[in-house]
C-alpha cells in the first residue's frame, strides 16, 4: 500500500461491499416491515429478484478478491523479485474474503456446516484485515501511523458489529452498523491516499494531524447521509417490486411464503378423516428463504 493505487484498490472493495451490506439490510428491514414480520440478520444477501440458489455476494467476492490478488502479486515484483512487501498485506486481505466468499456459496448450496459458519468466516476475515493494519503502523512517520489508527479503529468497530448480530439476529442496527464501519474503511482509504501522497501534507505536522482527524468525523457524516441515501434507494426499490404473489414454487411443489418456516410434505388427519398439510418449522437465519 506504498502507493496511491494500493490505497485506492481495497478502498474501492470496500466501497462496493459496504455499498452492498447496506442495501442488503435496509431492503430487508422494509421488507420485513411491509409483511409484518420480525427482522432476522443475514451475513451475507440476495439479490433482488435473482433466485435464492444464486449466491451473487459470494461469488462477486470470489471473483473481485482473486483479481485483486493477481493485480497484487503482478504489481509486487521487479526484475524477477518479489519486492513490495506492502502488496502482501493487500493480498492477505482479499484471500481472507475469498474464503469468506467460498463459505457463502457453500452455505447456500445446503452443505452441512456448523450453524453461524459465514458469520464466523467473516469476522475472521476482518479479524485478519485489523491484525494486517495494526502491525501496517511499525516505523511509519506521525501522521502516517496516526491516520492508518483510523482504520484499526473501524475495523474493531465492525468486528463488534458482527459478534452482535450473531448474538441478537434481529438488530437491524448491528446490520447496518456492520456496514457503517465497512464504508468508513473504503472512504478513509481513498483518504490516507489522498494525504500521503499529496506534498500539500507534512508527516511530521502535529497540524496536519489534528486536520486529519476532523477529516475522519467528516467522512462519518458524510457515510452517515450515504446511508439515508441507500435506505431511500432500498424502500423505493422494495415498493416497485412485485410480491403478491403468496406460494412460492419450489422443486415441482409449492411453499407458503412464511418466515422462519419451510412447509413440507408432512400430514395429518384431520376432522372426518382427511389429510391435511402441515409446515415443519426450521429455524433459517436469513428469515426470508424465498428472496
Known amino acids: 500500500m506504498v502507493t496511491f493505487i494500493g490505497h485506492v484498490m481495497p478502498g474501492t472493495f470496500l466501497l462496493i461491499l459496504g455499498t452492498w451490506w447496506a442495501f442488503g439490510a435496509w431492503y430487508n428491514y422494509v421488507r420485513c416491515k411491509k409483511r409484518n414480520r420480525r427482522y432476522t440478520c443475514r451475513a451475507w444477501y440476495v439479490m433482488p429478484g435473482m433466485s435464492r440458489r444464486t449466491c451473487l455476494e459470494g461469488l462477486s467476492k470470489i471473483i473481485i478478491c482473486s483479481i485483486g490478488i493477481a493485480g497484487e502479486v503482478v504489481t509486487g515484483f521487479e526484475y524477477d523479485h518479489f ?3 506492502d502488496n502482501s498485506q493487500n493480498m492477505s486481505m482479499y484471500l481472507f474474503y475469498l474464503l469468506s466468499g467460498l463459505v457463502d456459496v457453500t452455505t447456500n448450496c445446503r452443505f452441512s456446516l456448523p450453524p453461524d459458519t459465514d458469520y464466523m468466516t467473516l469476522l475472521l476475515a476482518v479479524s485478519a484485515k485489523g491484525l494486517l493494519f495494526l502491525f501496517h503502523l511499525h516505523g511509519r512517520h506521525h501522521l502516517d501511523a496516526f491516520i492508518h489508527t483510523f482504520l484499526v479503529y473501524t475495523v474493531a468497530a465492525e468486528a463488534a458489529c458482527i459478534i452482535v448480530e450473531m448474538n441478537k439476529p434481529r438488530s437491524i442496527l448491528a446490520s447496518v452498523g456492520r456496514a457503517f464501519f465497512c464504508l468508513l474503511q473504503g472512504t478513509w482509504f481513498w483518504q490516507v491516499g489522498c494525504i500521503l501522497h499529496s506534498p500539500s501534507w507534512d508527516v511530521r505536522s502535529h497540524d496536519d494531524m489534528t486536520l486529519a482527524t476532523a477529516i ?76
Request: aromatic letters at 12%.
Open 216 to 291: 475522519f468525523t467528516w467522512h462519518m457524516i458524510g457515510v452517515l447521509a450515504f446511508l439515508a441515501v441507500v435506505g431511500v434507494v432500498a424502500l423505493f426499490t422494495c415498493t416497485t417490486c412485485d410480491y403478491n404473489h403468496p406460494l412460492q414454487e419450489r422443486n415441482g411443489s409449492h411453499y407458503a411464503l412464511v418466515p422462519g418456516l419451510e412447509a413440507k410434505s408432512g400430514t395429518d388427519m384431520g376432522s372426518g378423516g382427511k389429510a391435511t398439510a402441515h409446515p415443519t418449522p426450521i429455524d433459517y437465519r436469513d428469515g426470508d428463504f424465498f428472496a
Open 83 to 85: 519486492v513490495h512487501m
